[in-house]
């Protein structure tokens, strides 16, 4: 059974930082793309970062990109997204997703 299971969310300052991680298991972790996915209320989905099997290739999206950084440990069985640099306009539900599989989301409020 695939569990994805979040933590890392939080009240942070603009400017601030968080490290969202994400742990993975009930499937073949190291074969697949991994994706940070951010709904915020009232709002569509955004893909914010995504990872290749090995690490090799990850993207992000124009709101994000320099800010964020997305990682993945293999052995661990976990991705992680690093978060710099935040702005109120990322407070947001933070979500590990994995093809048609999602994690419970972790809160990201950027606050003063």
């Known amino acids: 059974q695939v569990q994805l299971v979040e933590s890392g969310g939080g009240l942070v300052q603009p400017g601030g930082s968080l490290r969202l991680s994400c742990a993975a298991s009930g499937f073949t972790f190291s074969n697949y793309y991994l994706n940070w996915v951010r709904q915020a209320p009232g709002k569509e989905r955004e893909l914010v970062a995504t990872?290749?099997?090995?690490?090799?290739?990850?993207g992000y999206a124009d709101s994000v990109k320099d800010r964020f950084t997305i990682s993945r440990d293999n052995a661990k069985q976990t991705v992680a997204l690093q978060m710099n640099s935040l702005k109120p306009e990322d407070t947001a539900t933070y979500y590990c997703?994995?093809?048609?599989?999602w994690g419970q989301g972790t809160q990201v409020t950027v606050s003063s």
């Open positions: 990872i290749s099997a090995t690490g090799e290739y990850v």
């Open positions: 997703n994995w093809q048609d599989y």
